[in-house]
């Protein structure tokens, strides 16, 4: 007869050496500067369809998997405010905004008048998987769970967020606001600011999530995300086939996001360097999608390229352990 305890120890034995394997990887990514994070598009466990709490890394210098999420989480609560606003015209209710830290105001954007059906149903849609991402990132991760933080996405102050980042794309001047909410072009510019990072982000995050459970999320959550940045992609040139300045703008956009991050020359437009091509899916030479650490998202969404410098779209920088760029 088989021995069945011998087959039982054997099988613990492989277990504890994948998990040995996946905690060395945790740690070289950490050592090497690859601390990849969720951002601005979903949530890392929002696949999952349930689960309580997290995991705790077992290296004290990696970031935990509670770490991660509240980082995540902080970024979906940006996304699920732009979006919410640009749809209903307020914001998240406020049983949603506690939590760990301190919590902020919105410096609330308006409802988009969407005039294209399309867009309109494609905001809705978006803007109800954020919210989605918030209550569940918030119920996963209970009592640990982050607060709000302050939150800058104003389409009226010629200083804020949005303003800052058109400017530096160049699509405004001195003194002027740029409002996302003004009509469906400025939506979807606006939208393409977010977008294009949560999918690079997803990927660099994923070496370092401890549980299994997580890391199949964010691989799920990492599809999702890219369905919603080629949406937006697709929008946008399809739209730019009729008002070629509005391709040129989401260009200048992300020259200007590539100008930001760390990571070097990798951002990408949306057309080709050939005159008539489509650049829908940005890819390396593999034909990979490229990585973001938490410090390249943090230098997009605080406007800055400069080290432990807050700002942009949170004035106050993000809750959690997780919060300065380096």
């Known amino acids: 007869m088989p021995d069945t305890k011998a087959d039982s120890a054997a099988l613990i034995d492989v277990f504890d050496r994948r998990v040995e394997r996946r905690l060395k990887r945790r740690q070289f990514f950490r050592n090497a500067g690859g601390l990849g994070l969720g951002l601005v598009g979903g949530t890392l466990i929002s696949a999952c369809g349930g689960g309580s709490g997290v995991s705790a890394s077992a290296s004290p210098s990696a970031p935990t998997d509670d770490e991660i999420l509240n980082f995540a989480l902080n970024l979906e609560y940006l996304e699920a405010q732009f979006y919410t606003y640009a749809t209903t015209g307020s914001g998240l209710p406020a049983s949603m905004l506690t939590g760990v830290g301190t919590q902020g105001a919105v410096i609330a954007g308006a409802q988009v008048p969407f005039q294209d059906p399309l867009v309109q149903a494609y905001a809705n849609e978006i803007a109800n998987d954020e919210r989605e991402h918030v209550a569940f990132l918030r119920s996963a991760l209970g ?32 003194g002027v ?8 072009n400025n939506f979807l510019l606006g939208a393409f600011i977010f977008e294009d ?35 937006v992609r697709t929008t946008l040139y399809a739209k730019g086939l009729n ?42 030479s593999n034909g990979l999608a490229f990585s973001r650490s938490y410090n390249d998202v943090l230098n997009i969404v605080y406007l800055t390229s400069t080290a432990a410098v807050k700002g942009g779209f949170f004035p106050n920088g993000v809750n959690g352990t997780l919060n300065m760029s380096a």
């Open 197 to 231: 990072v949560g999918v690079t982000a997803y990927k660099g995050a994923a070496p370092l999530l401890a549980s299994k459970t997580f890391l199949s999320a964010a691989a799920g959550i990492l599809a999702a995300e890219a369905y919603h940045a080629g949406l």
């Open 243 to 284: 008002t070629s300045s509005l391709i040129s703008a989401a260009n200048a956009i992300s020259a200007a996001r590539d100008s930001l991050d760390q990571v070097g020359n990798d951002d990408q437009g949306i057309s080709g360097s050939t005159p008539g091509t489509s650049n829908i899916v940005p890819l390396d």
């Open 143 to 174: 009592s640990a769970a982050v607060a709000q933080p302050a939150i800058d996405i104003s389409g009226t102050n010629p200083n804020g967020a949005f303003s800052v980042a058109a400017r530096a794309a160049g699509l405004v001047g001195a």
């Open 177 to 184: 606001a740029f409002s996302p909410y003004a009509n469906d």
